[in-house]
């Protein structure tokens, strides 16, 4: 009978260490999800405004492309494309609950869900990184040298552009020759973009999933 009793002890014990356990790797999982939630929220409202900041780039450069070769120039449409035009933008992804989860080893018994993050961070965050940095380089290759010709007066990136004179035919090839081979590229990184916010949204509606699941 004391036998029984202390093997029930043993047992008893190990269960409740046992729930400890599991009970701490359910709050580590949750506190994880959590701030990983947070994390993908900020980086696909970053990603989500340089997407629709290009999306106007695009609207101008399709304007552009139609107008410019038929000699249709308006000064104040011209003023505001070119604006539109002569801009970058940068990316720094936000990734430090998902390093922080890496030093910590798995903690997401979900695998479906492991897989999509390892994918979010290790790929496609650098992949709609390498795109946006195609656009700042664009704009440091190509761009920024014509600003230094002193064909404006005032410029406000992304706004507006005075220019000293908006018929200046070498100041319109200029401007012809960046739109026509900043075209194509410019647009297929626009996809790109919008194509990796709507990955963020179906990432983060997993995730939110998850921890509605674990939560319950």
């Known amino acids: 009978m004391e036998t029984i ?22 709050a580590d999982e949750l506190y994880i999800l959590k701030e990983m939630a947070r994390d993908l929220t900020e980086d696909g409202q970053i990603v989500g405004e340089i997407r629709d900041r290009r999306a106007k780039t695009q609207e101008s450069l399709d304007r552009m492309l139609v107008y410019i070769p038929n000699n249709e120039i308006e000064k104040e449409i011209f003023e505001v494309d070119v604006a539109l035009l002569l801009t970058l933008e940068r990316y720094f992804p936000i990734r430090s609950t998902y390093e922080l989860y890496k030093s910590k080893g798995s903690r997401i018994r979900n695998s479906e869900l492991r897989s999509k993050l390892a994918r979010y961070y290790e790929f496609e ?28 007066t005032e410029v406000e990136y ?11 035919p070498a100041l319109v090839a200029e401007i012809n020759s960046m739109v026509m081979g900043f075209h194509g590229n410019h647009q297929l990184s626009l ?6 916010v ?19």
């Open 158 to 168: 992304g706004e507006y552009i005075r220019f000293k004179n908006y018929m200046d």
């Open 198 to 216: 709507d990955i963020n949204v179906d990432l983060m509606h997993d995730v939110e999933e998850e921890i509605s699941h674990i939560e319950n």
């Open 191 to 196: 996809q790109k973009i919008s194509k990796f």
């Open 5 to 26: 009793v202390i093997m029930i002890g043993i047992l008893g014990a190990f269960g409740l260490n046992n729930w400890k356990e599991n009970n701490q790797e359910k």
């Open 125 to 152: 965050q650098d992949w709609v990184k390498s795109s946006i940095k195609d656009i700042e380089d664009a704009f440091l290759t190509r761009f920024s040298p014509i600003v230094d010709k002193n064909y404006f």
